[in-house]
């Protein structure tokens, strides 16, 4: 019996316990030069949050995690569930908590809601990680297609993609800001991933509008990064991201 307890006090600690920090593996400076292989996979992963997104080794697609699930949407559009010896060379995740939610009942498009995010929130000088749940009158995605060896550099692989409009359609938009601050460390502003809730739709968010949805916002304050013991980060020469070059990846502009 005591032994049972003991078990069980064990878990409610670890539980309390669980760390509350935007995790990030690796940087976006490294990928921009073409460091597409990483060492963590993806049930490292899991250790660090049950939220987020990134890519998978190669540039093989976009992952986006939802409630501890992992996918992978591959450059012809076709989502996959990801197993945990899968490998990452980059990757933003937490454990999702929510601080404030409020409901969206008007159109209005995914750029204009996150404005009103940064509006209402305590600064614009954290972290946040959010989640926009519901239907989507329309959403704009991309996949980047797997890279060979020799890696071109990001601005180049970015070219080689799959594009998907998807219309009415219900999903969740999810994934972080970072203030302009830290851009190169990560994507400055919003970057956002959408997996539809049938798990056959989805890619990385050029734009999208809003038809009804619920929106959960996590105000971060605590940042983990990690980067690859070994690999391709080790004999590269990386700079800092150039806004210009990550507008045209993140948006096409």
Same mark, same amino acid.
């Given at each position: 019996?005591?032994?049972?307890l003991?078990?069980?006090?064990?878990?409610?600690?670890?539980?309390?316990?669980?760390p509350?920090a935007?995790?990030?593996?690796?940087?976006?400076?490294?990928?921009?030069?073409?460091?597409?292989d990483?060492?963590?996979?993806i049930?490292?992963?899991?250790?660090?949050?049950?939220?987020g997104?990134?890519?998978f080794?190669?540039l093989?697609?976009?992952?986006?995690m939802?409630?501890g699930?992992v996918?992978?949407?591959?450059?012809?559009?076709?989502?996959?569930a990801?197993?945990?010896?899968v490998?990452?060379?980059?990757?933003?995740v937490?454990?999702?908590?929510?601080?404030?939610?409020?409901?969206?009942?008007r159109?209005i498009?995914?750029?204009?809601?996150?404005?009103?995010?940064?509006?209402?929130a305590?600064s614009?000088?954290?972290?946040?990680?959010?989640? *926009?749940?519901?239907?989507f009158?329309?959403?704009?995605?991309?996949?980047?297609r797997?890279?060979?060896?020799?890696?071109?550099?990001? *601005?180049?692989?970015?070219?080689d993609?799959?594009?998907f409009? =998807?219309?009415?359609?219900?999903?969740?938009?999810?994934? =972080?800001?970072?203030?302009?601050?830290?851009?190169?460390?990560?994507?400055?502003?919003?970057?956002?991933? =959408?997996i539809?809730?049938?798990?056959?739709?989805?890619?990385?968010v050029?734009?999208?509008?809003?038809?009804?949805?619920?929106?959960?916002?996590?105000y971060?304050?605590? =940042?983990?990064?990690?980067l690859?013991?070994?690999?391709?980060?080790?004999?590269?020469a990386?700079?800092?991201?150039?806004k210009?070059e990550?507008?045209?990846?993140?948006?096409g502009?």
């Amino acid at each position: 019996m005591y032994y049972l307890l003991a078990i069980i006090i064990t878990a409610l600690l670890s539980s309390c316990a669980q760390p509350h920090a935007l995790y990030q593996y690796s940087s976006l400076n490294a990928l921009m030069e073409g460091v597409y292989d990483g060492q963590l996979t993806i049930g490292e992963l899991k250790r660090h949050g049950d939220t987020g997104l990134g890519t998978f080794n190669g540039l093989d697609g976009e992952m986006i995690m939802v409630n501890g699930g992992v996918y992978q949407i591959t450059g012809d559009g076709t989502v996959l569930a990801v197993d945990d010896n899968v490998e990452t060379p980059f990757a933003d995740v937490v454990f999702f908590r929510s601080a404030k939610t409020f409901n969206v009942e008007r159109e209005i498009s995914c750029e204009g809601l996150q404005r009103e995010i940064i509006q209402n929130a305590p600064s614009s000088n954290i972290f946040f990680a959010v989640k *926009i749940e519901g239907i989507f009158k329309g959403v704009r995605a991309r996949a980047v297609r797997a890279q060979h060896k020799p890696y071109p550099r990001l *601005i180049d692989a970015a070219k080689d993609q799959g594009v998907f409009d =998807f219309s009415d359609i219900r999903g969740v938009v999810s994934g =972080f800001y970072f203030p302009e601050t830290f851009g190169g460390l990560s994507v400055g502003g919003f970057h956002v991933h =959408f997996i539809s809730d049938d798990r056959k739709s989805g890619g990385h968010v050029m734009s999208c509008t809003v038809n009804r949805a619920t929106v959960n916002i996590d105000y971060l304050t605590d =940042f983990s990064l990690e980067l690859p013991k070994s690999g391709g980060i080790y004999g590269k020469a990386i700079g800092t991201a150039q806004k210009q070059e990550v507008d045209t990846i993140e948006k096409g502009r």
